[in-house]
């Protein structure tokens, strides 16, 4: 069974563009989770989507959004690049039984590693 | 928001025990402990997920108190191949929004 799949696997841009990262769930899982990873430090929470919509956010400005298709696969997007945005971005699927009294067991991507010059 | 405490390094030789302990309050009371490995550029594997008292499977072990304030990842007689960064993960609520926070990691050496 295929996992988490995250596209682009590396990415280049300039400080002020726009980027948009993909992220396809295992099958079956209808929800995604976002988080940043910079180097050296755990990852960090961005948002979750489940069914469509947005469960949770992170402490992240505006310039990052994101949306989750009815096929359940979900767009990162982050304008006005900044430097600092330079990091390895996962994203996660998950069943989220938690409405049942289950588990939210995330599963990850490789991730995306964006560098911004 | 959930707050979660690991140690930043652990060293350790083939054969031994390894005990990584998290602490996090906050814990949303639904909600479960996860632990990830995580080997340079790649996603967080999942190793293990717990509520409560013991859990364990084939490659680990995880043990989480009655109030559930901590959790202890252990690892039965590592090997070079365990070298690698550890975190927990749990959730939270901030009102109705969902919050799920990493722990800041534990850098595993395995030493031969």
């Known amino acids: 069974d295929a996992g988490v799949t995250q596209s682009p696997t590396h990415l280049i841009k300039t400080r002020g563009q726009h980027v948009t990262l993909r992220c396809s769930p295992i099958?079956?899982?209808?929800?995604v989770s976002w988080y940043q990873q910079v180097l050296g430090q755990g990852p960090q929470f961005i948002f979750q989507?489940?069914?469509?919509?947005?469960?949770g956010r992170g402490n992240f400005p505006d310039r990052f959004s994101a949306r989750q298709f009815p096929n359940y696969s979900s767009e990162l997007n982050v304008n006005a690049l900044l430097l600092g945005d330079s990091a390895l971005y996962l994203c996660a699927s998950s069943l989220d039984g938690l409405a049942g009294g289950g588990t939210d067991t995330q599963y990850f991507g490789p991730g995306t590693r964006l560098t911004v010059l | 928001l959930a707050k979660t405490t690991q140690p930043i390094s652990m060293d350790s030789y083939e054969g031994q025990e390894v005990n990584i302990t998290c602490s996090h309050n906050n814990i949303a009371t639904n909600d479960y402990i996860t632990w990830y490995q995580q080997f340079p550029s790649q996603g967080p594997r999942f190793i293990i997920q717990?509520?409560?008292t013991k859990v364990t499977n084939e490659v680990a072990s995880l043990f989480i108190p009655a109030d559930r304030k901590s959790s202890t990842l252990s690892l039965p007689r590592v090997s070079l191949s365990d070298t690698a960064v550890y975190y927990c993960?749990?959730?939270?609520?901030?009102?109705?929004?969902?919050?799920?926070?990493f722990g800041s990691g534990t850098q595993l050496t395995v030493l031969p």
């Open positions: 993960l749990v959730g939270s609520y901030s009102g109705s929004a969902r919050q799920l926070t």
């Open positions: 717990g509520y409560k």
């Open positions: 099958s079956g899982h209808k929800s």
């Open positions: 989507y489940y069914e469509k919509e947005e469960r």
